[in-house]
Nanobody
Framework: QVQLVESGGGLVQAGGSLRLSCAAS????????MGWFRQAPGKEREFVAA????????YYADSMKGRFTISRDNAKNTNYLQMNNLKPEDTAVYSC???????????????WGQGTQVTVSS
């Protein structure tokens, strides 16, 4: 089992930045690929970014490329999502997840955090 806890969400103005953190406990964090997903009210959960177990490969949804950066620190059992130039349409609950392989599909992820709310005002 892997337990995931997100933090760092909040209210920010358009154009601002936030850094989300996802702290993991339980089984070996470094053996898992990590992903971030988000879900806005009335919408399906969508892929944001993913990072391989060793941090060497990263993937982003097209709308986040150039604005969001995913990273990880295996020594701290934590991965991060740096979000810059935030837009009102980025408002959602952001959740991190762990998988045995790097993937854009939420169905490949076995463990999920509870999520953290990000609200971007215009």
């Amino acid at each position: 089992q892997v337990q995931l806890v997100e933090s760092g969400g909040g209210l920010v103005q358009a154009g601002g930045s936030l850094r989300l953190s996802c702290a993991a406990s339980g089984r070996t964090f470094s053996s898992y690929a990590m992903g971030w997903f988000r879900q806005a009210p009335g919408k399906e959960r969508e892929f944001v970014a993913a990072i391989s177990w060793n941090g060497l490969s990263t993937y982003y949804a097209d709308s986040m490329k150039g604005r969001f950066t995913i990273s990880r620190d295996n020594a701290k059992n934590t991965n991060y999502l740096q979000m810059n130039n935030l837009k009102p349409e980025d408002t959602a609950v952001y959740s991190c997840a762990a998988a045995s392989r790097t993937s854009r599909s939420l169905y490949d992820y076995d463990y999920w955090g509870q999520g953290t709310q990000v609200t971007v005002s215009s």
